[in-house]
């Protein structure tokens, strides 16, 4: 969504400190009016709620949240407003006069909806504004007036790119469970840990093969919002070492290369394989809110490998193929079987539920849910059975050589190299 509408900026300036005027003149004081400050209510969307539940819960009457739901919808339809998503109100220092809502559509954008009143020379800013901008302001309405607000005529409305800012930090540490409570423990963001599974979901398997002594660095930005911390950014540079290996990985983009991890060589880390059918995201702490429960891995007595894992952990697809089968399937219980292509073919068995549109002919894309963990079939507890086939017979996923997605261009590589040496891991 791009930027719709714009409000001039001098309308948000209340007085001019001071004027220099001239280099040896002194300074000339125009005058001094300090911008008196608003009143800032913070609120969550409630679950449940709609648009105009959420409003008149503020004090804003039927009419008027019926209003800003209409002036918004060419540029953001308020029906789907979401639970937990935070709206932000403005009001003048007295508290009384309503002047602004933004509303976090999703971590990357926000809505902006403004009272528009007349400019002080009494120019009618709204009439202008609607010529610049058919369609975008509601018509006056009494209601404003019902409901507390200015003489407003209208109201604005912009979708743009929350202003965070952006720092950069590092994180580093040694695993003793998981990299999940090592990282929590230490103070570090939740989401930065599930960050860096992610870089590494084609490297390692997170869910079941992490050691003790496995450590990490991390080099990322965090996100500030009105001078505080609200989430971590992108990870430029990260090294995960597991079980002696180590992987880097650096957050790249080329004239010529499109943006994703490589590692020093050029080399893609995302592959037409994910390590493992479990992914950390759905298995950690902060996915389920619950402590965080070891999955344990072997191979299977029938040829495959298991995870032991609660009944209901989602397992993905490795990689993007075509279901060729989902449902009962003998021993395997209810199971989902994907070509990938020419070669691969992956199975997963044992689940207690599939989610809807996992059917045969379907498409599915690497990393998609295709079943819940369950112990449908010959099976003695819940856990996940998996299997890679190559040309139809079963070989041992983790010992196939899986190939890479591109990796980057050679034109690009004296950029990767800058890059790289820009970093210390
Ligand atoms: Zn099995």
Do not use: C
Not at 77 to 84: L, M, Q, S
Not at 207 to 234: C, N, Q, T
Not at 244 to 259: C, D, R, S, V
Not at 369 to 385: E, I, Q, R, W
């Amino acid at each position: 969504m791009s930027r719709k509408l714009i409000i001039p900026a001098g309308l948000a300036i209340f007085g001019i400190l001071a004027v220099v005027s001239g280099l040896t003149g002194g300074i000339e004081k125009l005058f001094i009016k300090p911008e008196p400050s608003k009143v800032i209510i913070r609120s969550k969307v409630p679950a449940g709620a709609t648009f105009i539940s959420f409003m008149t819960g503020q004090g804003f009457s039927t009419g008027t949240a019926s209003e800003i739901l209409a002036a918004a919808k060419p540029v953001y339809d308020f029906a789907t407003i979401i639970a937990g998503r935070e709206a932000i109100f403005q009001y003048d220092h007295t508290g009384a006069i309503f002047e602004k809502l933004i509303y976090k559509i999703d971590t990357e954008r926000q809505l902006t909806i403004w009272v528009a009143t007349s400019s002080p020379d009494g120019a009618n800013l709204t009439a202008q504004v609607l010529e610049a901008e058919e369609g975008l302001v509601s018509p006056p309405s009494h209601a404003y007036r019902q409901a507390g607000l200015p003489a407003a005529v209208g109201w604005l409305v912009e979708v743009a790119d929350i202003p965070y800012e952006v720092k950069i930090s590092e994180a580093s540490g040694t695993i003793e469970t998981s990299l999940y409570e090592t990282m929590v423990g230490s103070g570090f963001d939740q989401r930065l840990a599930l960050a860096v599974a992610e870089v590494f979901a084609w490297q390692v398997d997170f869910a079941a093969d992490i050691r003790s002594g496995d450590s990490f660095k991390v080099i990322h930005e965090d996100r500030y919002l009105d001078g505080e911390y609200a989430m971590p950014g992108r990870i430029l540079a990260a090294q995960f070492i597991n079980d002696g290996e180590t992987f880097n990985g650096y957050l790249f983009e080329g004239p010529n290369t499109k943006i994703g991890y490589y590692d020093e060589k050029g080399k893609s880390l995302q592959k037409i394989f994910l390590k493992s059918p479990l992914q950390y995201k759905y298995i950690s702490s902060g996915y389920t809110g619950a402590r965080l429960n070891p999955i344990t891995k072997k191979v299977s007595p029938h040829r495959g490998i298991d995870y032991v894992a609660n009944t209901g952990t989602p397992a993905v697809s490795v990689g993007d193929g075509t279901v060729t089968q989902a449902g009962w399937n003998g021993y395997y219980g209810l199971s989902v079987t994907v070509r990938h292509n020419d070669t691969y073919t992956t199975r997963y068995g044992h689940f207690s539920a599939l989610p809807k549109g996992i059917r045969k002919g379907a498409h599915v894309k690497q990393g998609q849910v295709v079943g819940y963990v369950g112990s449908t079939g010959l099976s003695t507890g819940p856990h996940l059975h998996y299997e890679m086939h190559k040309f139809g017979s079963y070989v041992n996923p983790f010992k196939v050589e899986v190939p890479p997605t591109e990796d980057i261009n050679e034109q690009d590589r004296s950029l990767l190299e800058a890059l790289t040496a820009s970093f210390t891991l």
